[in-house]
């Protein structure tokens, strides 16, 4: 509290406090921004989202198949083209399963159902599942990329 | 800034949060200690003399310092170790080469508890040459040996827990000298080991031990420690007696 006759000077103690809460205060923030840095995980041993879901004869035309690694439906229909879609419910996250004795997709969890081609039926789900980049190799395998979303329109012609 | 720093210190919250404040009167710098979790502990005033360097080159002090840069880097670390076999040996590569900081958590961990034995050590014989183990202090001499046998027993289980050919032979060589005592050595080792040799229940019963049970302890112990260093009448500083002048 108590400065020197010219004002300028800091006291001993004055000095002593203010060094004191800098040294605080970068360490507090130094310490966050390392902390932080340190807890971002560099690399992750976490499933490709490219994946090849099998051999095109292995999906028969007007079948849905459920890949349940993967968390992805592979739609082969009678009109001569295939589709992926999400099998992970758009409300908050769980796996949903094909009812093949219904047509229909629903979720445990809450009870949002799903048609074929991934429309909502029944909420709570908010919106439609989402179609997947599905392709096509030089094998005849399929590969989806889970990371892509497409269009609806986008179909694989087989 | 000095009117926002008081407008905050006048605030509900701000005196919710810290009780009293302090002022320049003698009561007032009592009541700060007094009233403050963090403060209380220790002594609201201390002789001139034990506040010099040489009264105790502030080791005690420096081992609760490393003690506290142990529990912050050991919590850190956790985050990226899992304690079993063989995933133990590849977190602690994957600390040391992939994470960000990994490498210099580690090396802070493993210095600061060397340091820590190190300087430990030497709190205990900086207090023996100042007598301070003698009555009215005696108790807080033996919380202190057992601060010191939990640290070693901390360095020790720390050992394991990169789980190289290092960490396994050691404790397979410590182990064994737990075997060496008389009656209770097999069944000692086979409880800390969790069976017959060093293999995946030992290295959970060493992390157990390693990141809660000990560090518990410690902490539990470190608090009375300080508390009896007040209660006992503050510390006992060295003294230097000065060379006779010669004429």
């Known amino acids: 509290m108590d400065k020197k006759e010219n004002g300028k000077k800091l006291s001993r103690s004055q000095f002593f406090l203010k060094t004191g809460m800098a040294a605080t205060s970068i360490t507090i923030v130094g310490g966050s921004i390392f902390a932080l840095d340190f807890l971002s995980p560099n690399v992750l041993l976490e499933p490709s989202a490219i ?108 | 800034m000095a009117n926002l720093i008081n407008k905050i210190k006048n605030s509900g919250p701000y005196k919710s949060m810290f009780r009293g404040g302090s002022t320049s009167s003698n009561l007032g710098k009592s009541l700060a200690i007094f009233n403050s979790f963090f403060l209380h502990v220790l002594p609201v005033k201390v002789h001139r003399d034990s506040v010099k360097f040489t009264a105790t080159f502030y080791l005690g002090i420096l081992s609760f310092a490393l003690f506290i840069i142990l529990v912050v880097t050991g919590i850190l670390l956790n985050f990226y170790y899992h304690p079993s076999v063989p995933q133990a040996y590849y977190d602690m590569k994957d600390l040391t080469f992939v994470v960000s900081s990994g490498r210099f958590l580690r090396n802070l961990h493993r210095w600061a508890a060397h340091a820590m034995v190190l300087v430990v050590f030497l709190h205990m014989l900086r207090v023996f040459y100042a007598g301070a183990y003698k009555p009215p202090k005696q108790f807080n001499w033996v919380i202190g040996v057992l601060l010191f046998i939990i640290t070693l027993f901390l360095s020790y289980t720390g050992y394991l827990l990169p789980w190289d050919q290092l960490a396994y032979w050691a404790v397979s060589v410590g182990t064994n000298m737990a075997k060496a005592m008389p009656v209770l050595g097999n069944k000692i080792r086979f409880l800390l080991l969790g069976g017959h040799e060093v293999g995946e229940n030992a290295l959970i019963r060493f992390y157990v031990l390693h990141i809660f049970i000990l560090p518990l302890a410690m902490a539990v112990l470190i608090g009375i420690h300080f508390w009896r260093v007040r209660k006992d009448g503050g510390i006992t500083p060295l003294k230097f007696k000065k060379k006779k002048q010669q004429h």
């Open chain 1, 51 to 158: 994946f090849k879901a099998g051999l095109l004869e292995d999906f028969a035309p007007g079948s849905v198949t459920f890949d349940a690694k993967n968390r992805v439906y592979i739609v082969r229909n009678k009109k001569g083209y295939m589709y992926a879609l999400s099998a992970v419910c758009t409300h908050l996250g769980c796996l949903t399963r094909w009812k093949e004795e219904e047509g229909i997709i629903s979720c445990p969890c809450h009870g949002s159902r799903f048609s074929v081609t991934g429309e909502v039926l029944r909420g709570p789900a908010p919106k439609p599942l989402p179609r997947l980049s599905i392709a096509m190799d030089n094998k005849n395998e399929i590969v989806v990329d889970k990371s892509t979303i497409v269009d609806e329109n986008q179909i694989l012609k087989v």
